[in-house]
Each structure stands twice: as structure tokens, then as C-alpha cells.
């Protein structure tokens, strides 16, 4: 369980309602509004993209929307950054393969 | 800045170091290798060295890697990282779509 | 170090190219940068290696470059230039456009080039990404384009190897004379010997050749261009359009360079920085969704701005003068000196080795420009 | 073009900024503040622990409360804090493009205050772009932002005060600190938040970097190294760790990128961190009317970056006609002794980078064990002004202050009524227990002191038996008789422990105090408690 139950100083983190969301097909949940790095995270998911020249797996770096290694395909758009774009309700999220999907 | 530098070759042959194959630039996936090959080719300053081996150039826009370039660049060079030339940074400080550009300007 | 044959003032594209052929041909060469290498147009122009569109006096050298330099020379310098073969498109919405378009065709079927004007159909052909808002263009299937900055650095990479002193940091501010004859340069700080000096130094040339008494209209502005974040391969073609609003192409990278001028960059406020303006780019992206609508999603992650010398009729001075012996001449390229920059390099050698370049650069005389009328 | 235009445009809504808009704002300026978060107070909303300095400088307060803070003030104020508006760009004639959502907007402002803050250094070793190496601001991000461990079992590169910090945070979430590791051969952050970890157990290795890391797909673990004087990795030092997620801390750059973009003239200051714009002493750049504050103009403390803020907002209501001379020349007195006090001391602005300091500045010795291991050696306590005698122990209940560096930090004394605790006016002095004064355990100073260095020792409690009444921030809170084991500076167990009271009063700010009863020569050795409900901390 990644999710932080009991915080000493933060207490309980307020999170919006749970949805549903589709990752490279399949459909995980997390809360709305919170980043989609951190609903990835949630359930797991380490791996964001995959390089263009050496293939090589990437993820959360800065986690704050400035290195860009955390890009994935949201909704169709490549390198959207998912540490700093909200999770919606349905939202498609796939692993970019160097800038497009898996071909 | 601009300090007047002679850039004549000297014929001495490029060394390779263990660690060369570490990635610098992430985004561009340049190794430190690559970066110290440029500056053998005679690149002295970032700009240089972004525009010949891309380090710096990609998504982030160096914001990562720039100072590791800056040292690496320093230490081939014998310099202090501040004598290395900086290249500016030109907006957009983050990536903005064209629609979003071309929409600027178009309405109230 | 000895002495040098011939010192070229400013590092950019020309002077690198410049030194690079005349390292080859053994002469001793030392070229003097006040910034970096490649700092002024060479970095910051959209690449493009065309010979349509271009004035009929140029032409010839441009078909001399893509004929006989450009296919070879990422070889030749040992760095791949991103150099691409693959034709240039000017595009256009209206009848006005395309008589305009037609217009080119014309001088440049003239001057022996390959040129033609294609139909809507014949355009989403060869780039299926273009607006259905376009009705026809031009097409040059022999134009292309390169990678502007690394051609820069790999002339220079070459020219240092092949024993070119570059000194950067060094601002050239006068032309020394001893008797009557060029004897070298003097910058902020020190002298530099030669017999023999070459002004490409863009702008910069025509202060200093006043130096020496010779002046050649030419005017500095500020043009933008901007790059977007990489995209897979989507078309080969080096773009432009009849009504000059942007052009562009996509980089090896993926990433796609367009420029763009709005017309009020005759009025800049600031003539010494190259601060980009808050109304360019968005001008800029409008222009091109006008005929890739379907890049509006693309993210830019860059704007810049660069000057460009722009002589009094729009095409470079490559030039020895008369009566400055020793004194040769290669700025005002007007901002599109890029696409024949090898050509300028090995002409120039050639017109400092031999007297005689492999074409005549006689129309590009520094004493052409007269009053009109 | 007409665009909107305001009398002051801050860029960046961190400390700096927030204090830069407060001042401008109370002095009658109309204001607007943009950040290209979702949450304005920059790093103070991920900084859960209580700030050092005085009472002017917000300290024992948590970071994040501070933000709160400072956002209540400037809204009440009237600035607009624009939020998720990123700044793209700084054109001639201070003007800036701004995007917000879908849309740019350009804003003109007569003065412009840039209070971008800082971003992370980043360390390249073998394995570094494996996901599962994140930056310490990263791991701050996701834990006490969005509530989500970065990891299980974690290193952490870095002993700075970042590396120190976020190490602990990360025990508070409930993550796994395996080890804190270095390559300077001594501790860089603050001895206080080392001994938070050690005790706890964390070990420090000094001396060592990354050698590698490694995994198919993500990070699986880590063999460090040791590194000698030059730097050079010393063969056959190797150890593997098995990790999850590697946290780097080492150290800030000034985010200078906007201010570069300006045109004014920038300097590379190793001491300030890196690029920063040349300021005059109001925090003016080379081009009039543009200001930079916080830790883009040099990398300090949060505390720091708000008297920064301040100042300049002072100045620039002075230039704007907003504030009287005598005014703005009081404030800027005020506000510039209050930034010297925190620029004080062995981490202060002389001191910078320096490792070689033997003695604090009234010249006791600094503990070696402290800087190479990061806790405080036995033997070495009773050397110290807050360490009173074993006979007055013998007395009764006593505060016994384990701060042996010259800090700037007082909240201990302001908060013992009966006088027991003097730090004086030189705020980086170490505090003095004053053992004839009548210490009655509240635990104020034990809640107050935000490098939890403070114990109430009671070695007058029964035969045999001691109490030591600790700092305790995590939960689940253990319960009133429950049993375990004391832990000491080193985190090594030393002895059995029972709970006999627990205190969580509002006043102490989430700062638990729990009394443990040990054996008497555990007194001054039991630092933690650990449950022997706990199967790991």
C-alpha cells in the first residue's frame, strides 16, 4: 500500500471522489483531481515511457512538471506530464514508447 | 564573459573514461562521453555543446542537466564552472501548445 | 604561431566554411569571433537549402552547393549535418499567391532550375499533413534542408583540425593598413597580422570596413523562429509560402523549426539585443496552423531571434575591393546565406587561392549599389 | 497592444514572493502574484517540520502553516494570487506573458518582482534515470502533497538539511530509510536533524556515492562506494543496499532561468548556489524596476527568503511613492538585522561549505561523531551548556538540551516560563540550562525546539528507574504502558522501556511527548522508544 493512512503531522490527505481511469487497457482507480503520477503510483505502475534512443524505462523524476520524464500519452496527446496534470474520470493513459505508442 | 581564448588544436588524442557511458542530458539521452567528445571537437560553451550534441535541447530545456553539462564542460577545460559560457533561456519557460500561441492575441 | 595568411573576422557559418576550404588548400588561416562559434544567424536560421525563390544571381550558386557539396559534405567533415534532399514546397491560398508562385517558377525555370508549379492534389501527395485551405504551390524537388548549427560547428570542427586558429572573445574593430595594402586587424585588445582580411562578420562587416573607407548599405533586423517539442516523422519537404508569413521544416529529431516575420521587426526598440517579442511567436504559430492545422497540439518549447544583414538589393557582397588591397568583402546575406554557405566557402577559397572562382561572383561586387533611377 | 497592467507583478508565490506581495499590498500597492502550481506557498507546503530562527521569523512553526499563513495575509490584503499560471516569458518594458489554463495573457507591471526559488542538483551515476531515483523535492512532493509513499526501502543521497529532513519525512510516512549517505566526509545539514534519524537507527555513511544502481525497470537496489579525498571511488568499499526508490539531496540551485531571460547581468556565485542576478541591497537587478528575492538571487533558508520578499517589497513601495522615507528606512533596518541573525552562525553565510570549524563560537568543542555519524557520542553530552550536572539531575526533572551547534534558533527559551533555558541575544548561541530555576516537565521546550534535541530527564523518579520524556512524531502514538525497548543516539537498543505518559496537547503542534521509564543509567543514554508492537520502524 503506497497511500499514506494515518499522517502524524498531515493527518489525512483530502482527495476528491475515486474514479476510474484506463491504463495501457486496463482500468485502475484513483482520485480525481490528484496528479496522474501519483494515482499511477497508487497502483504501482513505475514505469511512465520508454526512451527513444536506448529504450530504456522512465518515471517520476521531479515529480513538480520541470524534468519531463514522467511524460506518458494521456487521452491521445503524447508527453503530457503526469506529475502536474490532474487525473479525470476515464481518462486514457498510456506508456509512450519514445514519442508515440507501442507499435 | 567572452574572455579571449585561443582555440587552436593541439593534436593530442581523445581519452576515454570509465564513466563515459553515463546518461548527462536525460531528455536527449547524451552521455557524458558525448559531451566530452564535443568539447574535444572544440565546443567551449554550452551553447556549443547543445548545438552539436543536442545536450540540453530536449523537453526540459537543459533544466535538469544544465549545470552537470556546465561541470563537465569546466573540468575538460580546466575552467571554473562560472567561466563556462551559459546559453539564455528564451521563452517559453515551459511547453506551451501552438494552439494556445495562436490563440494569443486573437481574442478579447 | 606564425604568422597567418589570411584572418576572417566573425565565426559563423561563412567564415567557418571559408576557413574550412582554404585549411584544405593549406593556407594558414585565423578567424576572430567576438562571441562563440556559429552565435549569429548560423544558430539561428530554419535551415533551409533551397535554390527556388531565390534572386537569379544567386541562383547558380545555390545549384552549385546542392550539386556538387551539400549531398557529400557530412562526410566530408565527419559530422552527420542532417542534410535532406527531399524538396521544397511554397505553398498558397489564393489566386494572388499563386501568381506570385508562378512568378518564381518562372525566373527559376529561367536560371535551369528544376521547378514546377503543383496542384492541391499533387501537393497532399507529397505532404498529406498540408490545409485543404491550400490551392497550389511551388515545387523544387532539388531544394532540401540541413541542420544549420551543427553545419556550423562541423566546419568549424574540421577547419580547427585541419590547423585553423579560431580565437573567440576577440571584437574586431578596424582593418589595418601598411602601405596602401591591408596589413591585418586591430580588436579591443591586441593587433592581428595578415595580408589578407575577410569581413563575414554579418553587420559587424560594414562598421569595419568603414573603418578602411567602404560602406555598404545594409541594414540589421531581427527575425524570430521557434522549435517544438519532437513529433514522429511526419514530412521531408523544407516549407515556405507565397505570402511569406512562416517557413519551416522537420528536424532529423522530429522536432519541427519555423520562423516568421510579423512586419514591424524594422522597428525594434532594443538594435543590440535579440530579445525575442512577446507578439511573435503567437503571430508565428496562427501562420502555421493555417496550413498544419493539424500541429495545433504540438508544444513549442523554444523561441529565439537573430539578425540578419540585409544589403540594399538582398543578396550578399562576396567581394575583393579594389582599392583596399587584401580587403575582401562576404556579408549582407540577407538572410538567406545558409542554403549556399559551402558554395560561399569554396568560391571565396578559390577567389583568394587562384583569382578565379569555379563561377563568376562578379554580380555580388561591393561598388553594385547605386542610387535608383 | 493595451494590456492589463498592475503596479507590482510577483513571479512566484514561495515565501518570497507571498512576503513580497504582504509588504507592497500594506503599504496600499495593488498587487497580483502568479505561480504555476496548483498550491501557492512554494517548497513551505511540502515542509512539515518547525522552522529555526525567533519568533520574528515564524520559528517552531510547521512550514507548511506558515504558507497558510502568508496566503490568508495577502488574500485579506487584496493581492490576487493567481494560481496555475505559468509564467512563459519576460519581455522589454516588464512585461510578462502569463498562461492560464488555455489562454496567454500579457501583463504589464511598473515593477516586477522575480521569486522563482530554487530548483534540485541532480548526481548522474550508473542507473540514474531507472525510475526509482527521484529528487528529495520529489519525494516531499508526493508524500506531503499528494499522500503517497515514494517508496518502501529507501536511500537517501545527501546529508544537507534537505537530505536530513526529507529522510525524516520519509520515516513519518511510513517509508523505510535504509541509509543516508555522502561524499563529503562530514555531515552538511544541521547535527540536530542528523541525531533525529540516528537515533532511529538510520545509519550515515560518509565518504561514500553512488556507485550504481540497479534493476530491470525500476530500481531493485543500490551498492554505494567510498570515495577518498580526491573524489576517487576507493575499490573493494562496495556495499549493496536493497532499495526501491533512491532519493537525491544534493543541494539547490537559484532558478534563475526568468531572471536570465530579463537581460540583467547575472553572476555565477558558488556561494549563492549557482546563476543568480547581480542585486543591489534591495534586491533590484541591473535593469531598474525588476527585482529578484528569495533563492533565486542565493540559496538560503525559507525563513530567509521571506525577509528577502520583504525588503524588496518595502523598497518598491518607497520607489512607488506607497511608503514614507522614515518608513521604509525603519523597515528596511528592521527587516535587514532580523536576515543578519539568520545569516549567523557555523551554517550562515561565512561559514558556507566550510567543514573544518573545531569549536562553536563560545568555544565549545563540536562533536566529530556528530558531523562523521551523526549523533552525538556519550561521552561528549556533559560538555555542553544544556547538559546540567548529574547532581542536579539527581534533583528532579530537568530539561537537557542536546544542541551543540551554533544555529540561529531560540523558541526553547521563549518557551520555558520559569526561566529555565537562556539563549540570549545572540540567537546562535547554544542554550544554557540554568539548573536552579524550577523546571516543571511541561514539555513546552521539548515541542518548541524544531531540532527535537531537547529531553526532560528525571533521574529522581523511583529507585533504580529514570524517565526521559522524548519528541515522538509519528503514529500510530504508542499507548500509556506499553512496553518496548529505548533506543539510543545511535539507535541502538540499550535497555526495556515502558510508556508512562503520553502528551499530545494542541500547544505542542503534533509534537508528541512521550515519558519512557528506563533504568537509571539509561538516562542519558535512551533517546527513542520503540514499541515491541512495532516489527519495524
Wanted: glycine share 10%.
Amino acid at each position: 500500500m503506497m497511500r499514506i493512512e494515518e499522517h502524524p503531522i498531515l493527518k489525512s490527505f483530502n482527495k476528491g471522489n475515486l474514479v476510474t481511469f484506463e491504463f495501457d487497457g486496463k482500468s485502475l482507480m484513483g482520485y480525481q483531481g490528484e496528479p496522474i503520477a501519483v494515482a499511477l503510483k497508487a497502483n504501482g505502475v513505475m514505469i511512465h515511457r520508454f526512451t527513444s534512443k536506448h529504450q530504456e524505462p522512465r518515471g517520476v523524476f521531479c515529480a513538480i512538471g520541470r524534468c519531463t520524464d514522467c511524460v506518458m500519452i494521456v487521452d491521445g496527446k503524447p508527453n503530457v506530464r503526469t506529475c502536474v496534470t490532474s487525473l479525470a474520470e476515464g481518462m486514457k493513459v498510456e506508456t509512450q514508447y519514445g514519442l508515440t505508442k507501442k507499435e | 564573459m567572452n574572455k579571449i581564448t585561443d582555440r587552436t588544436f593541439t593534436g593530442e588524442e581523445f581519452v576515454s573514461h570509465r564513466d563515459d557511458s553515463v546518461i548527462i542530458c536525460r531528455c536527449e539521452e547524451i552521455s557524458k562521453g558525448e559531451i566530452r567528445r564535443a568539447v574535444y571537437d572544440g565546443m567551449r560553451t554550452m551553447s556549443e555543446v547543445k548545438r552539436y550534441v543536442r545536450a540540453g535541447m530536449g523537453l526540459c530545456q537543459g533544466q535538469t542537466c544544465s549545470r552537470l553539462v556546465k561541470n563537465i564542460i569546466a573540468k575538460e577545460l580546466g575552467l571554473k564552472p562560472g567561466e563556462v559560457e551559459i546559453p539564455t533561456p528564451r521563452s517559453p519557460a515551459r511547453p506551451v501548445s501552438m494552439e494556445i500561441y495562436a490563440n494569443d492575441g486573437m481574442k478579447k | 604561431m606564425s604568422k597567418p595568411d589570411v584572418i576572417i573576422v566573425g565565426g559563423g557559418v561563412i567564415s567557418c566554411a571559408i576557413a574550412y576550404y582554404l585549411a584544405k588548400a593549406k593556407v594558414k588561416v585565423m578567424v576572430l569571433e567576438k562571441e562563440e562559434i556559429g552565435d549569429g544567424g548560423s544558430s539561428r536560421n530554419g535551415g533551409g537549402v533551397r535554390q527556388s525563390a531565390r534572386d537569379p544571381r544567386e541562383i547558380p550558386i545555390a545549384m552549385y552547393a546542392i550539386n556538387n557539396l551539400w549531398p557529400t559534405l557530412s562526410e566530408e567533415l565527419g559530422v552527420d549535418i542532417e542534410y535532406h534532399k527531399k524538396g521544397n514546397l511554397r505553398l498558397g491560398k489564393t489566386e494572388e499567391h499563386l501568381r506570385v508562385l508562378q512568378h518564381n517558377v518562372n525566373l527559376g525555370l529561367k536560371a535551369g532550375l528544376e521547378l514546377k508549379m503543383v496542384s492541391s492534389a499533387e501537393i497532399h501527395e507529397l505532404n498529406p499533413y498540408v490545409s485543404e485551405e491550400v490551392i497550389g504551390a511551388s515545387y523544387c524537388p532539388t531544394d532540401g534542408h540541413a541542420n544549420p548549427m551543427k553545419t556550423t560547428l562541423a566546419f568549424y570542427k574540421r577547419a580547427r583540425e585541419l590547423g585553423t586558429q579560431f580565437i573567440t572573445g576577440e571584437t574586431v574593430k578596424s582593418v589595418i593598413l601598411k602601405k596602401g595594402k591591408v596589413a591585418g586587424v586591430k580588436t579591443k585588445e591586441n593587433t592581428y597580422e595578415a595580408p589578407l582580411v575577410i569581413l563575414a562578420a554579418g553587420m559587424d562587416s560594414r562598421v569595419i570596413a568603414n573603418s578602411v573607407g567602404i560602406d555598404i548599405p545594409m541594414q540589421k533586423i531581427l527575425l524570430e523562429a521557434l522549435i517544438t517539442e519532437a513529433q514522429p516523422i511526419m514530412f521531408p519537404q523544407m516549407l515556405g509560402t507565397a505570402a511569406a508569413d512562416f517557413y519551416g521544416h522537420q528536424t532529423d529529431h522530429g522536432s519541427f523549426v519555423f520562423g516568421g516575420s510579423t512586419s514591424l521587426e524594422n522597428y525594434v526598440s532594443d538594435v543590440e539585443g535579440r530579445e525575442t517579442k512577446s507578439i511573435t511567436a503567437p503571430y508565428i504559430c496562427r501562420a502555421i496552423l493555417g496550413y498544419f492545422p493539424c500541429l495545433s497540439k504540438v508544444n513549442i518549447i523554444r523561441t529565439w531571434a537573430g539578425f540578419i544583414d540585409e544589403s540594399a538589393d538582398h543578396v550578399p557582397v562576396l567581394s575583393k575591393v579594389d582599392e583596399v588591397p587584401g580587403l575582401v568583402l562576404t556579408c549582407g546575406f540577407s538572410g538567406h546565406g545558409f542554403g549556399i554557405s559551402p558554395a560561399i566557402g569554396l568560391l571565396i577559397s578559390e577567389l583568394i587561392i587562384k583569382d578565379k572562382p569555379s563561377l563568376s561572383l562578379e554580380a555580388f561586387k561591393y561598388d553594385r549599389f547605386k542610387p535608383k533611377g | 497592444m493595451l494590456m492589463k497592467r498592475y503596479e507590482l507583478i510577483v513571479i512566484g508565490a514561495g515565501p518570497a514572493g507571498l512576503c513580497a506581495a504582504i509588504e507592497a499590498a500594506a503599504n496600499g500597492m495593488q498587487v497580483v502574484v502568479y505561480d504555476e502550481n496548483s498550491r501557492p506557498g512554494g517548497q513551505l507546503f511540502k515542509q512539515i517540520h518547525k522552522f529555526f530562527g525567533s519568533k520574528e521569523h515564524k520559528a517552531k512553526e510547521r512550514g507548511f502553516r506558515i504558507g497558510e499563513k502568508l496566503l490568508d495575509e495577502a488574500r485579506e490584503l487584496g493581492v490576487e494570487v493567481v494560481l496555475n499560471a505559468t509564467v512563459m516569458g519576460v519581455f522589454e518594458n516588464k512585461e510578462i506573458t502569463v498562461m492560464i489554463e488555455d489562454r496567454v495573457e500579457h501583463i504589464k507591471g511598473n515593477e516586477i518582482i522575480i521569486a522563482t526559488g530554487a530548483s534540485e542538483n541532480m548526481l548522474p551515476f550508473p542507473g540514474w534515470t531507472l525510475p526509482g531515483v527521484i529528487g528529495a523535492g520529489a519525494a516531499q512532493t508526493m508524500m506531503n502533497l499528494h499522500g503517497i509513499k515514494p517508496g518502501n526501502k529507501i536511500l537517501m543521497v545527501g546529508s544537507g538539511n534537505v537530505g536530513l529532513v526529507v529522510g525524516f519525512q520519509l520515516i513519518q510516512a511510513g517509508c523505510r530509510l535504509e541509509a543516508i549517505i555522502d561524499a563529503s566526509p562530514r555531515v552538511g545539514g544541521y547535527g540536530v536533524h542528523a541525531s533525529k534519524l540516528a537515533r532511529l537507527g538510520v545509519p550515515f555513511y560518509m565518504s561514500n556515492t553512488v556507485k550504481e544502481a540497479y534493476g530491470e525497470g525500476s530500481v531493485k537496489g543500490v551498492s554505494i562506494v567510498e570515495v577518498d579525498k580526491n573524489w576517487q571511488q576507493v575499490a573493494g568499499s562496495e556495499k549493496t543496499f536493497e532499495v526501491d526508490t533512491i532519493c537525491i539531496a544534493v543541494g539547490l540551485s537559484p532558478m534563475s532561468q526568468l531572471a536570465k531571460m530579463t537581460g540583467c547581468i547575472m553572476e555565477d556565485s558558488p556561494a549563492k548556489g549557482g546563476l543568480v542576478p547581480v542585486c543591489n541591497e534591495y534586491g533590484e537587478t541591473s535593469i531598474p524596476g525588476i527585482y529578484a528575492a528569495g533563492d533565486v538571487s542565493g540559496i538560503e533558508e525559507a525563513s530567509s527568503a521571506m525577509l528577502k520578499g520583504r525588503i524588496a517589497g518595502s523598497a518598491i513601495s518607497y520607489n512607488q511613492g506607497y511608503l514614507e522615507e522614515n518608513i521604509f528606512k525603519e523597515n528596511q533596518a528592521k527587516y535587514r538585522s532580523s536576515l543578519e541573525q539568520l545569516r549567523e552562525g557555523m551554517f550562515g553565510h561565512k561559514n558556507k561549505g566550510r567543514t573544518d570549524l573545531l569549536n562553536t563560537e563560545e568555544g565549545f568543542e563540536i562533536s566529530l561523531n556528530l558531523l562523521e555519524n551523526g549523533f552525538l557520542a556519550d561521552v561528549e553530552i556533559a560538555h555542553y551548556p544544556g547538559v546540567v550536572s548529574q547532581e542536579r539531575r539527581k534533583q528532579g526533572i530537568v530539561p537537557v538540551i542536546e544542541c551543540t551547534q551554533n544555529i540561529p534558533c531560540n523558541p526553547c527559551q521563549d518557551a520555558c516560563e520559569k526561566g529555565c533555558i537562556k539563549v540570549g541575544q545572540v540567537i546562535t548561541n547554544l542554550p544554557i540550562i540554568d539548573g536552579t530555576a524550577k523546571c516543571t516537565g511541561c514539555g513546552m521546550c521539548v515541542a518548541a525546539c524544531s531540532g527535537q534535541a531537547i529531553f526532560l530527564v528525571n533521574e529522581d523518579y523511583a529507585p533504580g528507574y529514570a524517565t526521559v520524556g522524548l519528541p515522538y512524531e509519528f503514529r500510530p502514538l504508542p499507548q500509556i504502558g506499553d512496553k518496548g525497548i529505548a533506543l539510543d543516539r545511535s539507535g541502538k537498543a540499550v535497555g526495556e522501556a515502558e510508556v508512562i505518559s503520553i502528551k499530545s496537547a494542541k500547544a505542542l503542534d503534533e509534537t508528541a511527548i512521550l515519558t519512557i521509564k528506563v533504568s537509571e543509567d539509561l538516562s542519558m543514554k535512551a533517546r527513542f522508544f520503540k514499541s515491541s508492537k512495532e516489527v519495524s520502524l
